[in-house]
């Protein structure tokens, strides 16, 4: 049995999945059940308790259960296939053993696009401690970045899901 319930949609550019786990919709349908049985045990006695246990699970029961999460699978059309560099940056920030290594980050240490807005250019990226970051090709607002003004492993990330590749420039 497969545990979560998806569907694919194109927004803005990107292509994200929609998904419903079905054994957290099991848990919020148990735990929405037990707590409107013990409300309406509890209200017989004390009328107030039960009926706000009785409101609670059926909040977790019907709305709680629906929850979705979204996520970033990769951009409708790979725009920097075959480029050697991207944005406005000259090809030449990109040597060197500092750029090169995050490069490689960015595409190993955790890090994912969890939104992007293709008429601005802007995307979302969840950092690999949990920070989020508003990123574009030429901006990033993580600390890297604004120490260095060079593309940062949130950049890079960005470029390599549009089509980019460090063997583009690299090799």
Not at 18 to 37: E, I, P, Q, T, Y
Not at 57 to 74: N, Q
Not at 129 to 134: D, L, P, R, S, V
Request: proline content about 2%; overall charge positive; charged content about 20%.
């Amino acid at each position: 049995m497969k545990d979560e319930k998806s569907t694919t949609f194109e927004q803005g550019g990107a292509i994200y999945t929609r998904s419903v786990s079905k054994s957290f919709r099991l848990l919020c349908h148990v735990l929405g059940a037990v707590l409107v049985v013990l409300g309406v045990l509890l209200a017989l006695a004390f009328p107030p308790v039960g009926i706000v246990l009785v409101i609670l699970g059926l909040l977790v029961f019907f709305k709680l259960s629906k929850r979705e999460e979204i996520k970033f699978v990769s951009f409708a059309r790979p725009t920097l296939a075959g480029c050697r560099t991207f944005g406005s940056w000259n090809e030449q920030v990109h040597r060197g053993a500092a750029q090169s290594d995050r490069f490689e980050r960015a595409l190993h240490d955790g890090i994912a696009i969890i939104g992007y807005n293709a008429k601005t250019g802007v995307a979302t990226i969840s950092g690999s401690t949990g920070n989020k970051y508003t990123t574009t090709l030429d901006y990033c607002s993580c600390e890297d970045f604004s120490k260095r003004s060079k593309p940062c492993k949130h950049i890079y990330l960005l470029a390599s899901q549009m089509g980019f590749s460090g063997d583009d420039f690299y090799n």
